[in-house]
């Protein structure tokens, strides 16, 4: 069996000593582009050129060698850039080897020609998945009347035996997965097309997409480490994107447009956003779940069943709150998910609705109504239910009684929302450390609540998600500055603006930090500027003040409210609201 060549850490130190020594996949491509160009140099800007494509090609030595056979006619960069036509690009190697090995379309037609026929089918079959698969995966795509379970283990043994196939190892955490070289999964894919089935194939790829979420969400409630079920699923996350944009392709054909049942890609689209949200709330950065959700949500129709149709608004108004977006984007989904679900049999599904509906914000229900609510869930929860799922009806009691003005009740409840996020893992513990850092600043637990948000970054640290502690740091903020520390409060607005970026894409939410901030060092008319700034950019937005947002807001507002007449103030506002979130920062001094 062969191996490909060691491939540069595209996570690891990029120093050209570095990728040319550690690599076997560089020094075979250097060698190779210095024998038939002796002018070839691995300079420092070529280097990292050099170990994308060795990356890209897997490692493969035949693919390696073409690709440098080709600098002559494409130099390097040109190369890189081409490298989605595999098959096309490494073309012949002059003058060396057998004629199976001159080019690597057929080399690998060479190697298809030896398979029989059962491999031949799940060989291309395989070139529908992205980013590699699982065993579970791969039964769900490849078992049908023709292939067993058995038959199916077999075959893609054999594959592997043959090198056309790679097995990673997998651990306790992660199961074992299997992933087609690029070059070989370039050649299969072309032999799906010439099959006529890739469109099928694609079509079996959602289905076995929406099976997995679908089974992942009937265990949310019995899997006592969320962050270990979530990193098995995340694992897919190449193949989700893949399903999802192939849908979206289709969702945006015409519906009299040859190929794919257009009430079947509805309905699996549905299917993969409505049972996506456990997993897209916790690896989604840049709102990619939030967008197929909607665009799914779309679909919905009267021949949409009931339940699904409930799942797929339950998943809709908790990554719309996840990304921070204003109630009236998401509110109408609440009564109707909870309508839907009393409908069902599903105790899992009412839980979640009451618990979604009972910790909205004010005008969505009143506070009465959101007791009542969170009571009725209380009947429905299990003891045995998984910490994640038990944490649902906490966080909507942290809401409920902060809008309600029980701040000790708050907290209390914010108390328990990190315990069990602590027992399940994963990064909901960073958002309930952040959650009760506020609580304790509006109880006057100065100390606890920098403490709280310390923690917050510490866990985010630890996780390897420093973006998702932004919410620590805006509300460590204020307690920095109530114990006058202000160094440490400018420090913690820069940081939280670095994360802000990385996560939602915009640093809106420390602009009213930092108001409060330039009030706290007595540059007063700048504060005011500042909340007129916040004001604009969150209006922008289309988002919502949050509560430690609006907190701060009045503290600025009121304690200037002595010193500057009404009309001074609104001017001052209508004057940094023409600033953009950019030139906010710089004149708070954090460019």
Not at 422 to 441: M, P, Q, R, W, Y
Request: glycine letters at 8%; a negative charge.
């Amino acid at each position: 069996r062969l191996t490909p060549l060691a491939v540069p850490d595209p996570a690891a130190a990029t120093a050209e000593g570095q990728l040319a020594s550690g690599s076997g996949a560089v020094q075979l491509f250097i060698a190779r582009a210095q024998a038939i160009d002796r002018h070839f140099a691995a300079t420092p800007d070529v280097l990292p050129i050099v170990a994308d494509i060795c990356r890209r090609l897997d490692g493969l030595p035949l693919a390696i060698e073409l690709a440098a056979a080709r600098l002559p006619l494409l130099g390097v960069r040109a190369l890189q850039q081409r490298l989605d036509e595999r098959l096309s690009v490494l073309g012949a190697r002059p003058g060396r080897g057998p004629l199976r090995q001159q080019t690597i379309r057929a080399a690998f037609s060479w190697s298809h020609a030896l398979l029989n026929k059962q491999e031949q089918i799940i060989w291309r079959r395989l070139a529908v998945f992205s980013g590699g698969f699982s065993l579970d995966l791969a039964h769900r795509l490849l078992v049908d009347a023709d292939f067993a379970p058995e038959a199916v283990l077999d075959q893609l043994g054999a594959l592997v035996d043959k090198s056309l196939l790679i097995a990673d190892a997998g651990d306790d955490r992660r199961p074992q997965r299997y992933r087609l070289l690029e070059p070989a999964r370039a050649f299969a894919l072309a032999q799906l097309e010439q099959a006529d089935e890739l469109d099928a194939m694609r079509l079996r790829h959602a289905r076995a997409l929406g099976d997995l979420l679908k089974a992942s969400d009937d265990r949310v409630a019995h899997e006592r480490r969320f962050d270990v079920q979530i990193g098995r699923l995340a694992a897919e996350l190449d193949n989700l994107r893949a399903a999802m944009q192939w849908l979206t392709e289709r969702m945006d054909r015409r519906p009299d447009a040859a190929g794919v049942d257009q009430c079947t890609v509805r309905q699996l689209a549905i299917t993969l956003a409505a049972h996506g949200d456990w997993l897209w709330s916790e690896v989604d950065s840049f709102g990619e779940g939030l967008r197929f959700c909607r665009r799914a949500r779309e679909c919905l129709d009267d021949d949409v069943p009931v339940a699904l149709a409930a799942r797929l608004r339950l998943a809709h108004q908790m990554l719309a709150r996840t990304r921070l977006r204003p109630a009236a984007e998401w509110a109408v989904d609440a009564p109707l998910a909870l309508e839907g679900f009393r409908q069902g049999s599903d105790r899992v599904g009412l839980y979640r609705a009451l618990c979604a509906l009972g910790g909205t914000p004010p005008g969505v229900v009143s506070d009465d109504e959101s007791l009542a609510l969170l009571r009725e869930a209380e009947q429905l929860e299990l003891p045995e239910w998984s910490p994640v799922l038990r944490r649902r009806r906490q966080a909507a009691l942290e809401w409920c009684h902060d809008r309600g003005g029980r701040i000790e009740a708050c907290r209390q409840a914010g108390l328990r929302s990190v315990a069990l996020a602590h027992e399940a893992g994963g990064v909901g513990e960073i958002a309930a450390l952040g959650n009760l850092a506020d609580t304790e600043f509006e109880l006057g637990l100065v100390d606890d609540a920098i403490a709280s948000c310390r923690r917050a970054i510490a866990v985010a640290t630890q996780l390897g998600r420093p973006e998702e502690a932004f919410n620590a740091f805006q509300h460590m903020v204020p307690a920095l500055l109530e114990r006058e520390r202000i160094a440490e409060a400018e420090a913690a607005i820069r940081q939280g603006r670095d994360q802000l970026l990385r996560s939602l894409g915009s640093a809106s939410g420390m602009l009213m930090p930092l108001a409060l901030l330039a009030f706290k060092r007595g540059e007063e008319r700048l504060a005011v500027q500042l909340v007129g700034c916040a004001d604009r950019a969150r209006t922008d937005e289309g988002l919502d003040l949050h509560s430690p947002e609006r907190r701060m807001r009045d503290a600025v507002l009121s304690g200037m409210s002595n010193v500057l007449p009404e009309a001074a103030m609104s001017a001052l506002q209508a004057e940094g609201a023409q600033w953009d979130a950019d030139d906010g920062f710089a004149r708070g001094g954090m460019d």
